[in-house]
């Protein structure tokens, strides 16, 4: 059986609007399946985003454009603050996973990550080790050059993961409450799910750029688009939907977004 890499949304595992308020309610029912896939012996990574533990800090003091010798105190201030909140939210995290009997590994991407975007540097090898639960997260990490500093989402972590750990079947985005990509806003009553994305295909997003330093749903979108096309398939789904998401780790019939892994990987 191959690997599966999740990414638990900031949103959905915070509050986005209230500063540092973690919703434990969100991530228990989905610990335990994760605790079924795990012990069935399905190699599990999960990287997990900030929402209101690191967009609303890094934003105020501009974390994601770098370094600004103007804002010096108050970023080195931030940088830190967000890094505290970042080991807190994770802390968290694992608390609640151990809980469910689930044997991980944390790795901070600060201790050894560094630049931002997909062509971040780091040694990968750390997530290998058999027989545990890695977990990572976005992070502020250090860049090279005049920059400093900025803030590698964990949409980066989960196209490096995806495309050169080994053997991965899938990459699955777990939602707020949205079961995937919609072709209007999915408030909308007329709006449609998108149930598999081929790149022609147009989505609303409903990206908060107010809230958000990384790149909301249009970064997962690129991300996913180029996971796919040489890795492993990349499903979106809705987090919160504890029935749906044991079919889709069953091989059952479920309901999100799905881009398929390209042709020539079949
Ligand atoms: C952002 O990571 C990290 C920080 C702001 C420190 P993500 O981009 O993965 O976070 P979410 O999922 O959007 O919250």
Request: charged share 50%; hydrophobic share 20%.
């Given at each position: 059986m191959g690997g599966v890499i999740i990414k638990l949304g900031g949103a959905l595992i915070t509050?986005?609007?209230?500063?540092?308020?973690?919703r434990p309610e969100a991530l228990m029912p989905l610990a335990s399946i994760l605790s079924e896939m795990a012990s069935e012996g399905r190699r599990v990574t999960i990287v997990h985003g900030a929402g209101s533990f690191g967009h609303i800090e890094a934003k105020q003091a501009g974390l994601a454009g770098g370094y600004d010798p103007a804002r010096e105190t108050e970023q080195t201030q931030a940088v830190d603050s967000v890094r505290a909140s970042m080991i807190n939210l994770n802390g968290m995290v694992l608390d609640i996973l151990r809980e469910h009997g689930i044997d991980c590994q944390t790795h901070p991407p600060r201790e050894w990550a560094k630049g931002t975007g997909s062509t971040f540097t780091g040694d990968?090898?750390?997530?290998?080790?058999?027989g545990k639960v890695h977990v990572t997260f976005g992070d502020v990490v250090d860049v090279d050059g005049d920059m400093r500093f900025g803030i590698l989402s964990g949409d980066h972590l989960m196209e490096r993961l995806a495309l050169?750990?080994?053997?991965?079947?899938m990459a699955v985005f777990l939602l707020n409450g949205i079961d995937g990509l919609y072709?209007?806003?999915?408030?909308?009553?007329?709006a449609r799910l998108i149930r598999e994305y081929n790149s022609e295909a147009s989505y609303t997003t409903t990206l908060d750029s107010d809230k958000d330093v990384t790149g909301g749903m249009a970064l997962k979108v690129d991300v996913s688009k180029r996971i796919s096309s040489s890795g492993p398939k990349v499903v979106f789904v809705n987090g919160l939907d504890m029935e749906n998401m044991r079919r889709l780790f069953a091989g059952e019939e479920f309901t999100g977004t799905v881009f398929k892994r390209a042709k020539s990987h079949e």
């Open positions: 509050d986005k609007d209230q500063i540092h308020t973690f990968i090898g750390r997530f290998e080790t058999p050169e750990a080994e053997d991965m079947d072709d209007k806003d999915p408030k909308d009553p007329d």
